[in-house]
């Protein structure tokens, strides 16, 4: 499959030739995600370089116990592996100083949406099993733009 013309890899970090996965410098810095746990292998804190993704999550509704935010596209919702910092849940907990966030589902790293996001683990179980059970739905919608070259 192809890729679209003007995708911007560039500003968003998928510097596909840099193994570290960092941004060719185009999208500004990187943030690094330290990882602990020390292993005969592997130092106790790794520091790994991690693309500056230039979108935040919105706030949309915000509520005792839940966050309802508005997650932008090619932000992870959730730490994955190769971004840890990068992500909706850290900048929140970061942002709110709330350690104990956690994202009730996810959505993908490409995807752009509404995500409720717990803030009290006493009532956290109820909205994911409301997710797990069916009983929320979610829809999806794709919007693109048809270049005026294509006939």
């Known amino acids: 499959m192809g890729r679209a013309a003007g995708n911007r890899d560039d500003w968003w970090g998928a510097d596909k030739a840099s193994a570290a996965g960092t941004s060719n410098g185009a999208g500004g810095g990187s943030r690094g ?69 956690t994202c009730v589902h996810r959505l993908d790293r490409l995807t752009s949406g509404l995500l409720l996001v717990s803030r009290d683990p006493a009532t956290r179980g109820a909205y994911q099993r409301m997710f797990q059970d069916g009983r929320v739905a979610k829809t999806y919608e794709c919007l693109t733009v048809v270049p005026d070259d294509w006939t």
């Open 33 to 101: 995600a330290v990882v602990s746990g020390a292993t005969p292998n592997h130092p106790a804190a790794v520091t790994r370089p991690e693309p500056d993704i230039p979108f935040d999550p919105v706030v949309v509704a915000e509520e005792e116990a839940v966050l309802v935010v508005d997650k932008p596209p090619f932000l992870p919702s959730t730490p994955n592996g190769r971004l840890v910092r990068t992500t909706v849940l850290q900048r929140l907990r970061d942002r709110f100083g709330e350690p104990d966030l």
